[in-house]
């Protein structure tokens, strides 16, 4: 190749599209849009990513997540049903450690569990009041939901068997109630009872969608304790003691209500009569979840004498059917900004072939004074490789502008790679090449005796 010449025709082509700086500008605009919108639609989708492999990180991987249904719901009773016919409500002892225990000594597929039991209380410190969630936990938990600490250190054994008043904070927690000094070692009442902070957690970002979509609680802002702690220093659900029965309104088990002898006309209220909250189960091979939590279904309903006041959900399939349905959208919104492209180079193409028109003289003359065809053909095609590549470079600096503003007016992750820089590089090269060849050729194949003749 004959650097020389290639070089000339690049200065040619350089000249003309200088000249003619509006028509190589209104040339560029379909690439600039749709470079724009390769790169913010890229960065939606990387952000949309990075959210769904954030939210596997805070339910877990391969986990079964079971949770208890306080009211249960009743069918009307028609008047054939009613009085000695009616069917006697069932006794069920919810969801319970037993429940938790008889799982994994049961089921040889499952490798951990994790009951938790979930208080709402509040927080007071040198005068400070905030509501917040007290979690009984294990230290599995930890290890399930991928929680790591940030200071301190996790709980001791005898920490656990006694229910020592310890608990281990969240970053928000910190920031609130002790903004300029160490947490550890010092104290901080929680509801009736002073806990000692022996750890803080990392912080953990959740976004409003993973709260909405996968029930998850802003963790930042909850305090952790051993789960023997919330059952001997503050409740536990699963024993009956002599306020419920002497109180008033009686208390609810299941389907099961023990009247009460108080005379009230207050109509008898569902009480959560659930041990623990929220049971997270993992299982050691993904394939396993579905058959897993068939078998834990049926193993609870016969624990819980076929009263179903339980809910199992599988959040890796959740996640999975939002990744499906966030591809698909990503694939119409990339689908999208590819037709951009393209009608961007149909544009560069349409307009070199007008200019192939009004230069029909300017190529004869090159022509007649001993420029080759290759020559054309290389002025014309790089002419449009420039526009292409120019308006390349604008709209990523376009489709970055959109990336953040759309993060920033949406409340959407989007994140901003090199490699979708250098796709949309070369894309807007290749177009400007594939669509610059049309009019090049066209421009070689002028006659030049007629083409100076051309008025």
Known sequence: ?????????????????????????LTALGIIFGVGAVIAMLAIGNGAQQEILDQIKLVGVNNIVIEPIVEQEEENLTEESSGEDQEKKKFTPGLSLKDASAITDIIPTIEKTSPEIILETYIIKRGIRRTTKLVGVQPLYFELTNFELSQGKMFTEEQLETGAPVCIIGRAVQSKFFPTEAPLGKTIKCGAQWLEVVGVLEERYISDQSIENLGIRNYNMDIYTPIQTVLI???????????????????SRGRFF?????NDADEDKVVNYHQIDRLTVQVAETDQLETTAEIISRMLKRRHFDVVDYEITIPELLLKQQQRTKNIFNIVLGAIAGISLVVGGIGIMNIMLASVLERIKEIGLRLAIGAKKLDIIQQFLIEAVMISISGGFIGVLLGIGLALVISKIADIPTIITPFSIIVSFGVAATVGLIFGITPARRAASQDPITSLRYE
């Open 1 to 25: 190749m004959n650097w020389e010449r290639l070089s000339g025709n690049f200065y040619v082509a350089l000249d003309a599209v200088i000249a003619n700086k509006l028509r190589s500008i």
């Open 233 to 251: 220093r503050y409740k536990n659900r699963d024993l009956i003691t002599s306020s419920m029965l002497s109180g008033g309104g009686g208390i």
């Open 258 to 262: 023990i009247a009460s002898t108080s």
